[in-house]
């Protein structure tokens, strides 16, 4: 963590709604797990400003069951565990509704990757080659996640 990520105050910077179009916030919101399509081109400004929404990939409500229900022997399995399930990403506020409307708190019940809320809300998540580009450009030892579980 650390710097965008806290404040100056030393507590957690949440990226909630307005924050996220904060210009001094722009480099750790384009950091985020994904952005979908139509969030990227509002944070490259090529599409007029709108409202931003931080959205986990499964819910956390889901995590929360899944955590409860599995038996972790060990802190490093539950760590691998949220390795593998955790993803936050950006996504407008028009696709948080859409969204809303069949998966607000849920998965499909065939969730055949973290992501299938959005395929199944039709809200594009992709990682385009300005992104990539960009993620690369702000770390030396850059490896992207997994966008497709």
């Given amino acids: 963590m650390g710097r965008p990520y806290v404040k100056s105050t030393g507590t957690v910077q949440w990226f909630n709604h307005r924050e996220l179009a904060l210009p001094r916030l722009r480099d750790a919101v384009k950091s985020m797990h994904y952005i979908s399509k139509d969030a990227w081109d509002v944070l490259t400004e090529r599409a007029p400003p709108q409202r931003l929404m931080k959205d986990h990939a499964v819910p956390v409500k889901v995590l929360r069951r899944e955590i409860k229900t599995k038996r972790f022997a060990t802190i490093g399995q539950l760590e691998q565990f949220l390795i593998d399930r955790y993803r936050v990403g950006v996504i407008t506020k028009t696709e948080d509704v859409r969204l809303g409307k069949v998966f607000k708190d849920e998965m499909p019940r065939d969730a055949s990757s973290e992501y299938a809320r959005?395929?199944?809300?039709?809200?594009?998540?992709?990682?385009?080659?300005?992104?990539?580009?960009?993620?690369?450009?702000?770390?030396?030892?850059?490896?992207?996640?997994?966008?497709?579980?």
Avoid: A, M, N, Q
């Avoid at 199944?120 to 996640?145: C, M």
């Fill in 118 to 149: 959005y395929r199944d809300s039709r809200v594009t998540i992709e990682r385009s080659t300005e992104h990539l580009e960009w993620l690369r450009s702000r770390t030396e030892t850059w490896k992207p996640l997994p966008l497709i579980g």
